[in-house]
């Protein structure tokens, strides 16, 4: 079984490589930053990102998409480990959730995706891949529960310190 990349996967490694060396920042470490600065700059990152081709390779181009293969998607993913660059602020959604909506999803689900696609952030992606789905039931908690309620009796017997 032959494991070497083929021409067009070593010039695209090349080219993949050399932009991250120009482009990639340091690998954000959250005891040196807040919370809100790590995120400005994930997003900051994933637009970056998105602008190069190096976003969504696999999603199709109408969805923001390279509508490249997974060998592409693994060579970036590489480069982006070797570079310590940091992920995109919406791994899961450009792994997972947009994949499943483009997939699986309706017209009315997956719509939103053709117009913000692979640049869109965690909050986007996540109102993209909801939009259409039933509203969430209405809860409330309350500080009525205790332990009479689960275990009745036995809780009442071992707060009285009844023996058996």
Request: net charge positive; glycine share 10%.
């Amino acid at each position: 079984m032959d494991f070497d990349l083929s021409e067009s996967e070593q010039a695209f490694r090349d080219e993949v490589r050399a932009w991250l060396k120009a482009n990639a920042p340091c690998r954000d470490r959250p005891a040196d930053s807040d919370t809100k600065a790590v995120v400005a700059s994930r997003r900051a990152w994933q637009k970056k990102l998105f602008d190069a081709g190096y976003v969504g390779i696999t999603w199709p181009k109408e969805y923001g998409g390279r509508g490249a293969g997974f060998m592409e998607q693994l060579i970036v993913n590489d480069e982006m480990i070797q570079a310590q660059a940091p992920d995109p602020i919406n791994v899961i959604g450009l792994g997972m959730g947009g994949p499943v909506v483009i997939s699986h999803g309706t017209e009315l689900r997956s719509s939103p995706l053709r117009r913000s696609g692979a640049r869109a952030s965690a909050s986007r992606m996540q109102a993209a891949t909801c939009r259409g789905c039933r509203p969430a039931p209405r809860t409330r908690a309350t500080t009525t529960w205790s332990m009479d309620r689960r275990f009745g009796p036995l809780s009442r017997m071992l707060r009285s310190g009844a023996c058996w």
